[in-house]
């Protein structure tokens, strides 16, 4: 009798253990397993695109003075995703490639600038600065009903606000 009862256990935990976890996905009547849904992709983040501002440096923990405020440092981005995003700095206006995707951003070295002659030479310090802060960028947000674009790297972070 006792051998009866480990059979069947063990016939049931076979057949139990054959079968595949399921879960009705909320927003329909069809069903996923898990396997499904451990690979499925997260939800799109929006693009960076229009043009953004400069508001605030943060370099190592350190909040930075951003000279030349009234030039209005702008990042310009391309509704793509990808390409050149344009750049407006104290003294010269360029642009660097960049891709973006699902928060993840990168700049290229590639960037490039006017070479226009500026009296001042902060202002040429100020741009190599802005091209070297772009290059530790990795990741992207919104903030503030995306009024707001925060472009974050070790130990680095450029806050952006919406030109209107």
Known sequence: MKSKWGLIVLMLALVLGSCKNTEVAPESNQT??????????????????????????????????????????????????????????????????YTAKSGSIQFNTNCFFTEMYCEEEQRNIWQNKLVAYLHKITSYEFAEDGNYLYLNGLQTQLKFVAEE
């Open 32 to 97: 996923a397993t898990s396997q499904e849904k451990e690979t499925s992709t997260p939800k799109e983040i929006a693009l960076p695109n229009g043009s953004w501002q400069l508001v605030a440096v943060m370099d190592a923990g350190e909040l930075m003075d951003i000279p030349y405020s009234e030039w209005k440092v702008k990042l310009n981005f391309p509704p793509e995703g990808q390409g050149n995003v344009g750049i407006k700095s104290p003294c010269n206006s360029g642009g660097c490639g």
